[in-house]
Nanobody, 126 residues
Framework: QVQLVDSGGGLVQAGGSLRLSCAAS????????LGWFRQAPGKEREFVAS????????IYGDSVKGRFTISRDTAKDTVALRMDSLKPEDTAVYYC???????????????????WGQGTQVTVSS
């Protein structure tokens, strides 16, 4: 059974930091793109960040550029999201995702990604 298990969410004050982690199991994702999306109440799921299958390329959403950093450990099939300078508008449920198609990775559209974690809540207080 293929699973992505994400963790690390919590409550933090504005300006603080959090680190999210996601571990994959059930198959190898060493050549798949890995990424993070988020969804706030009443809003559509939004692209946050992704890293290519070879780990060399990273893409960030405009709202998180310069504040968030995505990284992967191919040997462990894990992906992490370091979030700094958090703002109240970063409050959302964060989902890790995996996708084999490079075209889907480049598009950044959540409906094109095939594998999803269960989500972890991040709440940033003002």
């Amino acid at each position: 059974q293929v699973q992505l298990v994400d963790s690390g969410g919590g409550l933090v004050q504005a300006g603080g930091s959090l680190r999210l982690s996601c571990a994959a199991s059930g198959r190898s994702f060493d050549s798949a793109a890995l990424g993070w999306f988020r969804q706030a109440p009443g809003k559509e799921r939004e692209f946050v960040a992704s890293v290519s299958g070879n780990g060399f390329a990273r893409i960030y959403g405009d709202s998180v550029k310069g504040r968030f950093t995505i990284s992967r450990d191919t040997a462990k099939d894990t992906v992490a999201l370091r979030m700094d300078s958090l703002k109240p508008e970063d409050t959302a449920v964060y989902y890790c995702a995996a996708e084999d198609s490079a075209a889907a990775w480049l598009a950044g559209e959540p409906n094109l990604w095939g594998y999803w974690g269960q989500g972890t809540q991040v709440t940033v207080s003002s």
